[in-house]
């Protein structure tokens, strides 16, 4: 056997072990196991409208956790999201996008709306109070982590991937931050046919 063959197969290894941790923490319920998404939270859009689970539901949609002062990844997946929604032609009105901020102390709904609005109209802009915020962070096991800096001033370590949820609002997988757009089409796609 080469050494070639050899790092070959442990790489193969280390992919499917990672495809089946991956499986395991948010594959199909199990009894004892908590299943992404639910919780019991009440939240608004950035017009005041009120968001709950049932927000999440009768169409498909993309949640990304993020917060309108981050620096380079919520900016450049609210432009892929343009993106795959020009992508996806006619199919587009078959999916919703939300942005759910991490960081309502500074995210109002007036600033939230502006926000994904100067991108794209088709993604709504979710805030609220942080213990409500904090229900969908958990309810969606997303991570978030504030970042001291200078004086006041602090930035939010966060879940960089789009969360795809079924019409039913359960999870169907994610889109991972730079993932190809082809990739990202292909996956929204199916997605909108499973409904």
């Known amino acids: 056997m080469t050494l070639r063959t050899i790092r070959i197969g442990l790489w193969t290894a280390v992919v499917l072990l990672a495809a089946l941790a ?3 923490y948010f594959g199909p319920g199990r009894p004892g196991q908590t299943v992404l998404g639910g919780g019991d939270y009440v939240l608004e859009d950035g017009t005041g409208a009120k968001v709950t689970p049932a927000t999440l539901t009768g169409k498909p949609s993309m949640l990304f956790f993020g917060y309108t002062h981050c620096p380079d990844v919520c900016p ?3 432009a892929d999201m343009a993106s795959w929604y020009e992508q996806l032609g006619p199919d587009a009105d078959k999916l919703n996008a939300f942005f759910v901020t991490i960081d309502p ?4 709904p007036a600033v939230i709306n502006d926000y994904v609005h100067a ?15 904090d229900k969908i962070i ?10 001291p800096g200078e004086g006041d001033d602090y930035i939010m370590n966060h879940t960089a991937s789009v969360f ?8 169907e ?5 730079g993932e190809s757009q082809d990739i990202a089409v292909a996956k929204l796609k199916k997605l909108i046919a499973k409904g």
């Open 138 to 147: 958990a309810a969606w096991k997303a991570f978030s982590e504030k970042v």
């Open 76 to 78: 450049t997946t609210l």
């Open 164 to 171: 795809l949820i079924n019409s039913e609002g359960g999870f």
């Open 105 to 108: 102390e500074r995210d109002t």
């Open 119 to 133: 991108v794209s109209d088709r993604v709504t802009g979710i805030t609220g109070t942080r213990p409500e915020i």
């Open 173 to 177: 997988g994610t889109i991972a931050y």
């Open 22 to 24: 991956t499986f395991l």
